[in-house]
């Protein structure tokens, strides 16, 4: 994948595998979900706890496209990556690949909608969100 906005390792735990010892495909949403938290604290600078606990918002998935490409095993290091593919005025659609050493492990994309905690209805991106997603998509322009 190309122009990848946020990149974080994260090794693969004995509590994430089967009995075979892989990767049970579910914690990958865990991980994906982790990724994006990391994303606001580190990569846009936007407390995410605040985000969701004083400023009751939050950021589900509607929409969920993975395909899982080649299994992962206890104690390797997945090295999750993300890019912003779409930005709505209420949703933002992310692009994530996941690899280790080098080999592609997943890939998906998911659609999220800011939505109020309050009413549990969707809720315009915030400023602040929707100002670093610009700067964070301006930059790479220039890059490229």
Same mark, same amino acid.
């Given at each position: 994948m190309h #122009?990848?906005?946020?990149? =974080? /390792?994260? *090794? @693969?735990r004995f509590s994430f595998c089967d009995p075979a010892g892989i990767v049970y495909f579910p914690q990958y949403l865990v991980l994906s979900n982790w990724l994006i938290e990391d994303w606001f604290n580190e990569g846009l600078g936007i407390d995410f706890a605040s985000f @969701?606990? $004083?400023? &009751?918002?939050?950021?589900?998935i509607v929409?969920?496209?993975?395909?899982? @490409?080649? *299994?992962? $095993?206890?104690g390797d290091?997945?090295?999750? /990556?993300?890019?912003?593919a779409k930005l709505g005025q209420r949703s933002i659609t992310l692009d994530?690949?996941? $690899?280790? #050493?080098? @080999?592609m492990r997943? &890939?998906? /994309? /998911?659609?999220l909608v800011f939505t109020?905690? #309050?009413?549990? =209805?969707s809720t *315009?991106? *915030?400023? #602040?969100?929707?100002d670093a997603l610009r700067a964070l998509l301006s930059q790479q322009e220039d890059i490229a």
């Amino acid at each position: 994948m190309h #122009d990848m906005h946020f990149t =974080k /390792q994260y *090794p @693969i735990r004995f509590s994430f595998c089967d009995p075979a010892g892989i990767v049970y495909f579910p914690q990958y949403l865990v991980l994906s979900n982790w990724l994006i938290e990391d994303w606001f604290n580190e990569g846009l600078g936007i407390d995410f706890a605040s985000f @969701i606990g $004083h400023r &009751r918002l939050g950021l589900p998935i509607v929409k969920l496209n993975c395909e899982f @490409i080649s *299994p992962s $095993h206890h104690g390797d290091t997945l090295t999750l /990556q993300l890019r912003v593919a779409k930005l709505g005025q209420r949703s933002i659609t992310l692009d994530l690949e996941g $690899h280790v #050493d080098m @080999i592609m492990r997943l &890939r998906c /994309q /998911q659609v999220l909608v800011f939505t109020s905690l #309050d009413t549990e =209805k969707s809720t *315009p991106m *915030p400023d #602040d969100v929707g100002d670093a997603l610009r700067a964070l998509l301006s930059q790479q322009e220039d890059i490229a």
